[in-house]
C-alpha cells in the first residue's frame, strides 16, 4: 500500500508539475497578444488624431480661402429698401463682383454696389453717367449730353405711371438740383441713380460716387432660390 500511496503521490505530483509548465506556456503566449491589442489601440488612437489634424488643416484652408474671395472677388450683399424697384427688393441676396472694376471703368446701365461713408453702409444703384457725361433729369426723362436715353429697365413703370396720368419720378428731385448744382461727371467719379426715381437716396442728393467708394457690380441674384439668376446689365 505504501508502495501504491508513493507512486500515486508521484503520479500527482507530475501531474502538477504539467499543468504549471502549461500555464507558464499560456501566459508566455498572451504577452505578445496583449502587447499586440496595446498597439492596435495605440495604432487607432494615432490614426484618429492624424485625421483630426486633417480636418483643422482644411477648416483653415477654407476660412482662408473664404476671406480672400470676399476680400478681393466677391462678396454678398443684401438689398435693403425699395430704390431699386421694380427689379430689385428688399431682402435679395446678391453676389458682388469685386474684381471687375479693377480691369476696366464702369458703365452706363450698370448695376453697382458702394460705400456711402457719410452714412456708413452700402447702396446698390445704376451707372447713369461716366466721366465726362452731362447729366439732366427732369421728370421721367433722362439726357446724357444733351441727348434723350432710354432706359428699358425701367420702361414699364413709366408706362404705368403714365396711364394713370402721373410721373414714375413723381416724388424724387430732377437734376440739377441745389443740393447737387454739377452736372458734369468729374474724373475718378461716377452718377448714380436708383431704379424707383421717386424713392431714392442717390446721385441728385449725396452726389457724385468715388471710384474708390465702389465696391463692385452686382452679378447674380442667389436668394431666394425661386430669382436665382444673371443680373442684365442695360447699356445704352
Known amino acids: 500500500m505504501d508502495s501504491q500511496q508513493r507512486n500515486d503521490g508521484l503520479d500527482n505530483g507530475s501531474d502538477n508539475d504539467s499543468k504549471d509548465t502549461q500555464n507558464h506556456a499560456d501566459n508566455q503566449q498572451s504577452i505578445p497578444n496583449r502587447a499586440a491589442v496595446h498597439a492596435s489601440g495605440s495604432g487607432k488612437q494615432g490614426g484618429a488624431y492624424k485625421e483630426i489634424i486633417e480636418w483643422i488643416k482644411a477648416l483653415v484652408i477654407a476660412v482662408v480661402l473664404v476671406f480672400l474671395i470676399r476680400q478681393f472677388l ?20 446678391l453676389i458682388v463682383n469685386k474684381i471687375l472694376y479693377t480691369i476696366r471703368e464702369p458703365k452706363f446701365g450698370e448695376v453697382v454696389v458702394f460705400d456711402v461713408p457719410e452714412q456708413g453702409r452700402k447702396f446698390i444703384k445704376r451707372v447713369i453717367g461716366v466721366p465726362g ?69 442717390d446721385s441728385r442728393v449725396i452726389g457724385f460716387v468715388k471710384d474708390k467708394e465702389v465696391v463692385g457690380r452686382a452679378d447674380i441674384i442667389f436668394w431666394p432660390l425661386n430669382k436665382l439668376e444673371f443680373i442684365k446689365h442695360w447699356t445704352k
Request: aromatic letters at 8%.
Open 133 to 201: 457725361d452731362t447729366i439732366r433729369l427732369e421728370g421721367d426723362d433722362l439726357y446724357i449730353n444733351d441727348k434723350k436715353i432710354e432706359e428699358p429697365y425701367i420702361k414699364e413703370a413709366i408706362a404705368e405711371a403714365n396711364a394713370k396720368g402721373e410721373l414714375y419720378n413723381q416724388n424724387g428731385p430732377n437734376f440739377p438740383n441745389p443740393e447737387v448744382p454739377e452736372t458734369t461727371v468729374p474724373e475718378g467719379t461716377i452718377f448714380a441713380l436708383g431704379d424707383n426715381r421717386g424713392d431714392s437716396t
Open 74 to 93: 466677391f462678396s454678398p450683399f443684401i438689398v435693403d429698401g425699395p430704390s431699386m424697384q421694380p427689379n430689385f427688393e428688399t431682402g435679395e441676396r
